[in-house]
């Protein structure tokens, strides 16, 4: 079970994703999940889902499933990312991580991109480098294991 304290850290987006408006709605035992409901500033020209947005999606959701497997509650940083685009995005997203292996250094994650119906839009495989973070007074960083 984590602490209240890792479970704030969990939730606290990068200035990137918390400027997208992806909502955390839980992430434990290697498993998470994020929503956001597009807005005109999402989509590209064919009006769905642009495809970065997609994968930011599927990227921030496997990393906190990598994290939320980690009794230590390290922080992890992509180092692969593979995604299948399946069918548009519209509408309220849904993104589902998984965490199915870890090492002393790497998190080996899955994802799935659903619609509000629960409908399979896209879906992604990642490999994270788990990394130490570091408090410091002004900020919180992560800076690479030795």
Do not use: W
């Not at 408006?21 to 005109?40: K, T, W, Y």
């Not at 990393?63 to 230590?72: C, E, G, H, N, V």
């Amino acid at each position: 079970m984590q602490s209240p304290d890792q479970r704030t850290d969990l939730t606290s987006f990068t200035p990137f994703v918390e400027h997208l408006g992806a909502e955390f709605v839980s992430a434990h035992d290697g498993q998470s999940e994020i929503m956001l409901r597009l807005a005109p500033h999402h989509l590209n020209g064919l009006g769905v889902a642009h495809g970065g947005v997609v994968m930011t999606l599927l990227d921030v959701t496997m990393a906190l499933a990598a994290r939320s497997a980690d009794p230590a509650n390290m922080a992890v940083v992509t180092i692969e990312m593979k995604t299948s685009f399946l069918r548009p995005a519209k509408g309220e997203l849904h993104a589902f991580g998984y965490c199915d292996h870890r090492s002393t250094s790497m998190a080996f994650c899955r994802a799935d991109l659903k619609d509000a119906s629960g409908r399979l839009l896209a879906q992604a495989m990642g490999t994270f480098r788990r990394m130490p973070v570091v408090h410091r007074s002004s900020s919180v960083s992560a800076v690479p294991a030795d």
